[in-house]
């Protein structure tokens, strides 16, 4: 089986004037949803995964990538299966 990790879109559209610009929706909304339903803090899931906020920071925002052993500590953490919180359908 392929999954896809959710990361976000970017799509170009055109402003007023015609000029292309570039919008892109925040990557992992469905971790970000699941971390704060289960009442964690970003700080709490970097800690509790054992790296810098700043480093988990640039992972929450798609600048750098999970391990899987992150993800498999931040699925238990906030009670969701990989499939829910990282992958899109």
Do not use: W
């Not at 292309?20 to 970000?32: D, E, I, N, Q």
């Not at 929450?60 to 992150?70: K, V, W, Y």
Request: charged letters at 30%.
């Amino acid at each position: 089986m392929v999954y896809n990790i959710d990361k976000g879109s970017s799509q170009t559209k055109r402003s007023e004037r015609g000029e292309k610009v570039r919008s892109r929706t925040k990557p992992f909304l469905k971790l970000r949803a699941a971390i704060v339903e289960a009442g964690y803090t970003q700080r709490d899931v970097a800690k509790a995964i054992g790296v810098d906020i700043s480093t988990f920071s640039q992972k929450i925002n798609g600048h750098r990538d999970f391990t899987l052993q992150e993800c498999v500590r931040i699925a238990n953490l906030v009670n969701r299966s990989l499939d829910d919180i990282f992958f899109s359908n």
